[in-house]
């Protein structure tokens, strides 16, 4: 079992900035992927961004330039930096972790945390 703590949610302004993190513990592998989806009301939940415990990294089009997503491997934890925020971004954020960022591959989802960006 592995457990996801999310933090940092909350409501800004449009142009501000908000950083996401994900803690996870339990039985974690050494080989994973962590990062975040979202989903905004009447939405599909979606790929945010995702990172490698080797690195490589995913983003959405809509949050590339804008967001950035990097992890600290020996707290097994994943950060979301989220600049220039535009109503759009507006969602509940969903932490994952499992063998890679496609929905298939992940196997366990934190309890979202929300954010809002207001005009």
């Known amino acids: 079992q592995v457990q996801l703590v999310e933090s940092g949610g909350g409501l800004v302004q449009a142009g501000g900035s908000l950083r996401l993190s994900c803690a996870a513990s339990g039985s974690i592998f050494s080989i994973n992927a962590m990062g975040w989806y979202r989903q905004a009301p009447g939405k599909q939940r979606g790929l945010v961004a995702g990172?490698?415990?080797?690195?490589?990294?995913a983003y959405a089009d809509s949050v590339k330039g804008r967001f950035t997503i990097s992890r600290d491997n020996a707290k097994n934890t994943v950060y979301l930096q989220m600049n220039s925020l535009k109503p759009e971004d507006t969602a509940v954020y969903f932490c994952?972790?499992?063998?890679?960022?496609?929905?298939?591959?992940?196997?366990?989802w934190g309890k979202g945390t929300l954010v809002t960006v207001s005009s």
């Open positions: 990172i490698t415990s080797g690195g490589s990294t």
């Open positions: 994952f972790y499992g063998s890679s960022w496609s929905k298939d591959g992940i196997d366990y």
